[in-house]
């Protein structure tokens, strides 16, 4: 054969529009595979009862700490605790402070470079 006739013969034969129903087909096995293939979707309710057993467990574990806090200072034996704040305290240290200030002459702290 001649290429002539074997380029005609394959223009006639070639059609740029797929078979009848082959769109179909091949539509219908895509979404066959997606929905096969997809997650499933997690409705409210377990996330919901996951949302209620956390704060639960988290209500417990805070319950137990604060009961076990209040359980040391029945005891006395927290270490954190501090003296109650006395403001007479404060008020001799502030007189203790103005009375160094007033003995100290005043030119004897200008030559010390130590402070």
Known sequence: MEDKRVE???RESWSPRPPDGMRERVLRRSREEIR??????IGWRPIFA????VMVLGTGISDHCRQMRLANL?????PKMSAPFDPSSLLKQRQEIASLLATTPAGSLEGDKSL
């Open 74 to 78: 029945m005891d006395g034996a927290s």
């Open 50 to 53: 996951t949302i209620a057993i």
């Open 36 to 41: 096969q293939t997809r997650p499933t979707r």
């Open 8 to 10: 005609e013969l394959l």
